[in-house]
């Protein structure tokens, strides 16, 4: 009989049982997979039993919890008559409920702890995405960060950005013969959709400081790997902000990990929930750099695993990337659903002995048609298994357990205080103010200047009728004006001023 225990490194991970035993290589885990199926049909239960092994095996996880009951990863589960019956048919013996290395995070620092950007690091292609900008306002957009990077500005957070925005329409003129045309009517578009976004609560999420990718691939002192929990559930309200936040985050892991090729487990594994989204009317030019991400990702030692309903929701140049698959059950009820199961099936390497279009129907809650890579990194053959209960809590994670998770992180102080340092935002405020204060000198001393020529003319009137010079206070005071613009203090004025106008 099979005896269940804690694999790392080279042994294989038990994932479940039909006709025969299936398992998943830690070696072959950064070729990334997928995990499909209709709602209530088990998915979470394999994500969190795949998260369960890397973290036993050292290798730490990144997931996000859209519905609440993925934290509970902290928790050790509890026997039922259930999971009694599971493992009594999947022959388990001597299984150890316990709970897992976890800590929490969330944008909107509530659930966990603040994981924030700047607008810098986002960068415009993305951030066009959660503005839901077109081609023309996100060639806008792309110019403003030039004209940022160009004058050396850091835009960290929504408020430099709209002041940058505003900087760049206000001086279209200057920037058009270099960059191309910059209408009042799209820099007032990109606007408002930044007033969304900041109303959506965009400013909890651009803000420092911002997350350190190092922090998401600790491992605890026992050697397990930290299983990073991304509270989900408010952040789903803006669809288009969380998928593109999650491909960032798969971004920056691509450019700041070094090149580790094959290794004998995967550095981090990334689970992507509800990954339809990050595939729902993209552009062709965002599809190209996530296929690209997707498929060189992995010689970073990195595994991407999605889950999402159905896996022909993600582009065939992804779907080729994913070798290892688990597919729950799908409803085929209309002749378009029963046309994408057959399209589903497809996908897989086939078993003669199973019937894939039927069986995927059929499947029971907890079921699933698996198929992983083996060792020469080539698919097995489709089977159809019942997957092995997690060792964690199945359900929602206690209050009190969380709060502990994030009080006692070492990461509870180092992102709890935003720090607002000088950036865009300020320097644009200071270069304006500057201007406004060189503007009224100026005018000041034009009407100095008009006042001294008026004193000026009634002087010599009254010279003229009296014979004499008069001297008075106001003729002082243009004597003192014209020695302060034939001084230094004068020059540089007027060499502010026009310096300015001439930045313009």
């Not at 896996?311 to 659903?337: C, F, M, S, W």
């Not at 304006?432 to 003319?457: F, H, P, T």
Request: net charge neutral; charged share 25%.
């Amino acid at each position: 009989m099979y005896r269940k225990r804690v694999y790392i490194m080279n042994e294989k991970f038990f994932i479940g049982k039909g006709s025969q035993s299936v398992f998943l290589l830690p070696s072959m885990a950064n070729r990334h997979g997928v995990i499909a199926g209709a709602t209530g049909t088990g998915k979470t239960i394999s994500l969190k039993v795949l998260a369960e092994y890397f973290s036993d095996a050292g290798v730490p996880v990144f997931l996000s919890d859209v519905k609440g009951d993925l934290a509970s990863l902290a928790q050790a589960g509890e026997p039922n008559e259930k999971i009694s019956e599971r493992l009594e048919f999947l022959g388990v013996e001597g299984f150890d409920f316990k709970a897992f290395p976890v800590r929490c995070w969330d944008v909107y620092g509530e659930l966990g702890h603040p994981l924030r950007t700047s607008i810098s690091e986002m960068g415009p292609i993305l951030l066009s995405r959660i503005l839901n900008l077109n081609d023309v306002q996100s060639g806008v957009l792309n110019i403003v960060f030039r004209v940022a990077d160009d004058m050396g500005m850091l835009l960290i957070d929504l408020k430099d950005l709209r002041s940058m925005v505003q900087y760049v329409g206000e001086n279209a003129k200057e920037y058009q013969m270099e960059y191309g045309s910059i209408a009042s009517a799209t820099i007032g578009a990109i606007q408002r959709s930044l007033l969304l976004l900041e109303d959506a609560g965009g400013h909890h999420f651009f803000a420092e400081p911002a997350i350190d990718i190092e922090d998401l691939l600790q491992v605890d002192v026992y050697n397990k790997g930290f299983i990073n929990v991304l509270a989900s559930q408010k952040l789903m309200h803006s669809p288009s902000l969380y998928s593109t936040f999650l491909l960032y985050l798969l971004s920056e892991l691509y450019e700041s990990l070094p090149e580790v090729g094959d290794l004998d487990k995967p550095k981090l594994v990334f689970f992507f929930d509800e990954a339809h989204l990050l595939f729902d009317q993209a552009p062709k030019v965002l599809l190209d750099k996530i296929e690209l991400v997707v498929r060189l990702i992995r010689s970073k030692g990195v595994g991407v695993y999605f889950i999402t309903q159905n896996p022909i929701d993600i582009p065939d140049k992804v779907l080729a990337q994913l070798g290892n698959r688990i597919q729950h059950a799908l409803r085929a009820y209309t002749p378009k659903e029963k046309k994408s199961v057959t399209a589903m099936a497809e996908t897989f390497r086939l078993n003669p002995e199973i019937d894939i279009v039927q069986e995927i129907t059929e499947l029971k809650t907890g079921e699933a048609l698996v198929s992983f890579l083996n060792e020469q990194g080539k698919p097995n053959v489709v089977e159809k298994v019942m997957i092995v209960p997690p060792k964690s809590k199945i359900g929602v994670v206690d209050s009190l357990v969380r709060e502990s998770l994030i009080k006692n992180s070492p990461y509870y102080y180092k992102y709890h205080q935003i720090v607002d340092k000088e950036s865009a935002y300020e320097i644009l405020k200071e270069k304006v103010l500057q201007q406004k204060q060189e503007q009224d000198k100026l005018q000041q001393l034009k009407a100095e200047e008009e006042l001294l020529k008026q004193q000026q003319k009634l002087d010599r009137a009254k010279e003229k009728a009296t014979g004499k010079k008069p001297t008075n206070d106001l003729q002082r005071m243009a004597k003192s004006f014209l020695t302060t613009m034939s001084s230094s203090v004068g020059r540089e004025l007027a060499r502010g001023v026009f310096g300015s106008l001439r930045r313009k």
